[in-house]
């Protein structure tokens, strides 16, 4: 058992490892945007694209206890901003609904299930913000490894990492202010129906993104 304890603790981040890391995220004026915090650690499973790429490639070949600043351009983050992504819509698209500067909402667009963010609102016309709230962002992320493992077969079909009582257990969840009642708040489903919402746009935020669960 102590040979097994001493493998596991210097197991290196590598593909089909399941990490778990505590991280602050700053943006370039060292105001912290996010933190792991009291969520406790983030687990990912690395090479699946769970977290931006930029994080990625900084926690490759780390072990355990290993600390880190990481910066991500906005290349290997979420993207620059683009004002392609703005669109005009009549304030009677939102029906009964009382638009607000700032509220976030999914919607379909050309690109996909998007993110999109009320940016102004003049008189009857509203303005979209497809961009990610942090695209055109710099980021400096102070990370810590806590543990790495290897994956399991199942984790790797799945492309994220499983809890403890299975897919999507407890505690995973970060962010998502859509994570109440979303993906991943039924019991029973730890094969097949858990974890079949998409949500492509949300999914890489903290390996559980903004607004999902990590389970796509
Ligand atoms: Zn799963």
Redesign the pocket.
């Known amino acids: 058992m102590a040979v097994n304890s001493t493998l596991l603790n210097t197991m290196r981040v590598a593909k089909e490892t399941v990490v778990a890391i505590e991280y602050t995220l700053k943006d370039d004026q060292g105001n912290i945007i996010d933190a792991s915090g009291e969520r406790g650690p983030m687990e990912y499973l690395h090479g699946a694209q769970n977290i931006i790429p930029g994080l990625e490639q900084g926690v490759e070949g780390l072990v355990a206890g290993d600390t880190k600043n990481v910066l991500v351009p906005p290349q290997l983050g979420y993207g620059e901003y683009s004002e392609k992504l703005l669109q005009l819509v009549p304030l009677t698209a939102f029906g009964a609904n009382t638009p607000q500067v700032g509220m976030r909402f999914h919607a379909e667009t050309n690109l996909g299930m998007r993110v999109l963010t009320i940016k102004k609102i003049d008189g009857e016309e509203v303005t979209l913000d497809g961009n990610h709230e942090l695209a055109g962002k710099t980021l400096h992320f102070d990370i810590k490894v806590v543990s790495v493992r290897a994956a399991e077969p199942t984790e790797l079909a ?1 492309g ?1 990492p ?1 809890q403890s009582g299975g ?2 257990g407890g505690g995973g969840c970060g962010s998502g202010e859509s994570s109440e009642g979303g993906c991943c708040s039924t019991e029973e489903g730890s094969e097949g129906g ?2 079949s919402t998409e949500e492509p746009a949300a999914q890489k935020q903290g390996g559980c993104g903004s607004g999902g669960c990590g ?1 796509s």
């Open positions: 799945h994220h499983h897919c999507c858990c974890c389970c």
